[in-house]
């Protein structure tokens, strides 16, 4: 990749995984916003992980338990070292989530194909409609990683007290608490509009260029590190309305940068604004 | 429910999820495009606000008739797919008929099993401004010729 990334070998270009379509070790996966974007044509060969339908638990606000992490891994043909490719559409938030919801289980091996979908499509790649079988595997769990990776609201709490760093990755009016709940988003509404004190504004999309790839390490440093203020030496949770946005985040600074300890509160906006008496900041922030 | 919305919602009903699926896709690439009148007035006032991508519709009346009109990103398949499911279904209904079809549409049709509960609430916001423009343009065509 060439961009001078701590992690470059975490971010695939498209013309890897063109490369690697028929490798065994690898599997691609695309996880979408829009479900039947899958349906109207992939990546040949890659499988279809759906942060809803697959990744979360149908009845709990939380992610699927262990056994069930592992049956789909197992019925997607994945082992414990598959290479994992994750893409998908609105510049990967999703294919970001998916990484960050397989490291909570511990899977070593994950990548993103830089520039999602739309690079795919715009560069004239191959796409099938045809859903691939793969062998079954039996996938044992590792886990273990999920307290490295994943803030809950009393950490937060802990994480405002001791004046540590957060990353607000929502839009601009969301953060000062103009907008209640984000105009296209009305299923994620909150009872309050704001921001976690103390948190930085860095709307997700200043992470990304037109076509979907990812900025250049100087580019993300002088975003996270220039004006956000943060250092590398941080402790560092990011937010945003149900975790997906700041998953991107999650990533550009984990892998990109290689900040050794992020977190993702995937509870966000969606649980803060609606919980009693916990503090909120209105307005443009520090 | 008028007999066209009536024959899509059975044949969604009697079809499995992936058939659910593939007619969703068929009517996503079946979307008329719009006149090119309506082309430049894609402004907010026609857009839908409940969908996360940028859908506009437009609703007149011919004679006593609804006329729809709608736009939908192909990168946005399932709420372009479903804009034109209603389209095929509502044009040329009354405007009585329009404001009978059911809020739950979206359940009804089984879509809530295949998209999962996220996705369709934008869906139902598509209806509910087809409803609400529909009673706008209805009542003042009924002004303007009574």
């Not at chain 1, 063109?18 to 899958?38: G, N, Q, T």
């Not at chain 1, 992490?69 to 999703?94: H, P, Q, R």
């Not at chain 1, 062998?135 to 886990?143: D, L, M, N, S």
């Amino acid at each position: 990749m060439g961009e001078d990334y701590a992690r470059p070998e975490v971010l695939v270009s498209t013309q890897w995984v063109l490369d690697h379509l028929d490798d065994p070790k690898v599997r691609i996966v695309e996880s979408d916003e829009d479900l039947l974007l899958y349906d109207l044509g992939h990546v040949p060969g890659a499988v279809r992980i759906d942060w809803q339908g697959d990744l979360q638990d149908q009845v709990l606000r939380d992610y699927i338990d262990a056994e069930k992490f592992a049956e789909l891994c197992s019925k997607n043909g994945i082992a414990e070292d598959t290479t994992v490719v994750f893409y998908g559409d609105k510049s990967n938030w999703w294919a970001c989530y998916a990484f960050w919801a397989f490291t909570l289980f511990g899977h070593k091996d994950l990548r993103v194909m830089n520039g999602g979908r739309k690079l795919w499509i715009d560069e004239s790649r191959p796409i099938s409609r045809e859903t691939p079988k793969y062998p079954r595997t039996e996938y044992k769990v590792a886990g273990g990683d999920e307290p490295a990776i994943r803030a809950f609201r009393d950490d937060v709490l802990e994480h405002i007290r001791a004046k540590r760093p957060l990353i607000d990755v929502r839009s601009p009016k969301e953060y000062t608490g103009e907008m209640l709940h984000m105009e296209d988003y009305p299923q994620e509404g909150s009872l309050r509009g704001g921001h976690i004190p103390g948190a930085k504004s860095v709307p997700w999309s200043r992470a990304v260029n037109e076509d979907g790839t990812f900025k250049s390490a100087a580019e993300l440093r002088a975003l996270y590190e220039g004006e956000a203020g943060l250092k590398p030496s941080d402790d560092v949770v990011a937010y945003c309305r149900i975790g997906e946005r700041s998953s991107l985040a999650w990533f550009a600074l984990t892998y990109l940068l290689g900040y050794p300890r992020v977190r993702n509160y995937d509870g966000s906006w969606t649980e803060w604004g609606n919980l009693v008496r916990v503090p909120i900041e209105r307005g443009a922030g520090a | 429910m008028p007999a066209a919305l009536d024959a899509i919602l059975t044949e969604l009903r009697e079809s499995d999820r992936q058939e659910r699926i593939d007619l969703l896709i068929d009517f996503s690439k079946n979307l008329p495009p719009l006149p090119p009148e309506l082309e430049a007035r894609r402004d907010a006032e026609h857009r839908v606000e409940e969908c996360q991508s940028p859908v506009y519709l437009f609703v007149e009346m011919i004679g006593d008739r609804v006329a729809l009109y709608g736009d939908a990103p192909a990168e946005a398949p399932t709420v372009r797919g479903f804009v034109s499911l209603l389209l095929e279904g509502l044009n040329g209904a009354s405007p009585e008929e329009v404001l009978k079809v059911p809020g739950d549409l979206v359940d009804l049709c089984g879509l809530t099993e295949v998209l999962g509960m996220l996705r369709v609430r934008g869906l139902s916001g598509v209806l509910r401004r087809i409803k609400r423009d529909v009673t706008r343009v209805a009542f003042a065509h009924n002004g303007s010729t009574s």
